[in-house]
């Protein structure tokens, strides 16, 4: 069972270009959707939730598309500090059912 | 600050013994949960629990028990190591009513080697 998709990468990019990651997720009643950060060693931590509309927090613009069920995730102007892996994660249903984590797509920003 | 946190940071067991993995949060929260992450397989879903005594298997719970005595603390068991168990361990927690309302928090994971 794949619910949640992601490249794995990993994407190596220089110092201020832009990068985006791709999602897709299989459930098309899934609810709600959100960009996880893991760090080398360390825990999964939120970095945002995706928005119908569409959502920007600085750098980072997460965009939702229900119809073809993709999540997008991009980060403008990379910084050494955003090396590290980017989990996608899905709310299946409209219970409190558990998140559905993909398995992180790993980015390392080089100088 | 919500905090989890787990018991060990690393573990090193023998095959065949009786793993006891602990997990503590400090924010009331009524759901807990345990994942194992290995490269490539990225975080699975063993056992989660919505309430104190109540546990449901998640993805992969073969191999594992779960225990919820407190509301605070949720813990993991291996009742047989086996090698196929070394892997990272992470908890979680998070309030109860639609998980996608709630930001799930992570412990900082066990490193558990079975020799």
């Known amino acids: 069972r794949k619910e949640v998709e992601q490249d794995p990468g990993p994407f190596n990019v220089p110092e201020g270009a832009t990068v985006a990651f791709n999602c897709t997720y299989s459930n098309s009643a899934s609810q709600s959707f959100f960009w996880y950060r893991q760090d080398c060693r360390k825990e999964p931590k939120l970095l945002m939730s995706?928005?119908?509309s569409g959502n920007e927090d600085g750098r980072f613009t997460a965009q939702l598309n229900r119809a073809s069920q993709y999540i997008s995730l991009l980060i403008r102007d990379s910084k050494l500090s955003d090396s590290a892996t980017y989990l996608c994660v899905v709310d299946p249903s409209s219970g409190n059912t558990p998140l559905v984590f993909g398995k992180g797509t790993r980015l390392s920003v080089i100088a | 600050d919500v905090k989890v946190t787990q018991s060990s940071r690393y573990l090193v067991k023998r095959t065949g013994e009786k793993v006891f993995l602990e997990c503590v949060q400090d924010m009331d929260h009524e759901n807990m949960f345990w994942y194992r992450q290995d490269p490539g397989l990225g975080l699975r879903l063993i056992y989660f629990s919505y309430d104190v005594k109540m546990k449901e298997k998640g993805d992969i719970p073969e191999g594992y028990s779960v225990s919820r005595e407190k509301k605070e603390r949720f813990s993991l068991i291996l009742e047989s190591a086996s090698t196929n168990q070394t892997s990272m361990y992470l908890c979680a927690s998070n309030p109860s009513g639609r998980s996608s309302y709630n930001e799930q928090f992570f412990g900082p994971g066990t490193r558990l080697t079975v020799l």
């Open positions: 995706v928005y119908s």
